[in-house]
């Protein structure tokens, strides 16, 4: 393989650094200052701790600026995991017909339940669960996993200490600072104080070494993971499980990737005992049923799950969905109960095979051109390792060079750093198109 143009690493302006700026406005701080009458309301001291601009916006807004630069070029994105297939028609002509019965007088319907559609909830636990013993009443429908991640910490509130996997899924982090639990960041570690990461990485078999961990009072845990794409065996699960009970600390289980899973791993982590007393459980219709714009997604929360005043965690998690949610779309929810139905798993299931041979192609790229990659086989994400190199340099050089839109590691924690994420999520032509340009860059 060529060696990639990169040069030394301190060639490259710190990235990262350019991204920390605290006021991102066109006109900076103290011009905004001169310019408009400033109010008495001191900033939440929170929001000044957040670092970055959230990642998938950054990388937005530099997809923005690349196609300026190069209008007549034709960018592909593989780094949002925004997803591309249409909608399954058995899916979408159920929210089209309910869409249309809201003309009727009998039709018509205004609020629903605050926690979702009976119906909905309990073929979520019938659908997804089985036997696991997860009740519909167990089951929250939401407008999706990520804003049920934010619902779940403002249940929680700002005293409790919080382990994450690093690399991860940035949203755990940035509702931490958020919420107050996070503490101040360390620049040269690029960790906050009050947050525990746990490196998973291809030396440990991305699973953490628990045993050396300190407790803390949640684990936010994703398999398959976000970014890496490994999905926990059920003997790491096992371990994981033993590990909160012994430190009498709550999981926050994030599987929005499930429906990728192909090798037997745990689709759930109330497939292991004992998950009941120690997990919450999130998820999402966004990538099996293209739901990325309609919304829609659950959390399970056990009876079972007490603090430790023996008072139920569902009981709270249900204050928190009255007051701060009036449910999901009724529209939406009529699109989930058809995902459920036989016809609609076998839609989604064709769909989620389509993503997984995208995987593949960009899996044989790198492997073809001598990097090391993972991921892609229990998830839509690949990957890959440029060692030595700062991720946001490997993103910019890609980008400059071949006009395809990565994902830099490092956004994801100060673990993912050399390495960069690509997506599955892509038409065909597209994704061997990025094939091609790859094999150019790195050839």
Known sequence: MACLGFGTRGQYKDQTLQQSEEFAGPKGRDSYANTFQLSEVARNPNMERLRNNYLFPEIS???ME????YPNEEVISLGIGDTTAPIPDIIASAMSDYARSLSTPEGYRGYGAEQGNKA????IAQAFYGDLAVKGTEVFVSDGSQCDISRIQLLLGSEMTIAVQDPSFPAYIDSSVIIGQAGDFHPKTGKYRNIEYMKCGPQNHFFPDLWN???TDIIFFCSPNNPTGHAASREQLELLIEFARENGSIIVYDIAYAAYITDGSPRSIYEIPGAREVAIEVSSFSKSAGFTGV?????????EL???????VVNDFNRIICTCFNGASNIAQAGGLACLSPEGVSARRSVVDYYKENAQILLDTFSYLGLKAYGGVN????WVHFPGLRSWDVFSEILGKTHIITVPGSGFGPGGEEFIRVTAFGHRETILEASTRLKSLFL
Not at 66 to 69: C, E, G, V
Not at 306 to 312: A, E, I, Q, R, T
Not at 379 to 382: E, L
């Open 61 to 63: 807004t530099r997809e």
């Open 379 to 382: 998830a839509p994400y690949v």
């Open 120 to 123: 909905l909830r309990q073929a």
């Open 306 to 312: 007490l603090y430790s005043n023996g008072f139920p």
């Open 213 to 215: 961990t300190p407790r």
């Open 66 to 69: 690349h196609i300026k630069k």
């Open 295 to 303: 919304r829609l997604g659950w959390t399970v929360v056990p009876d």
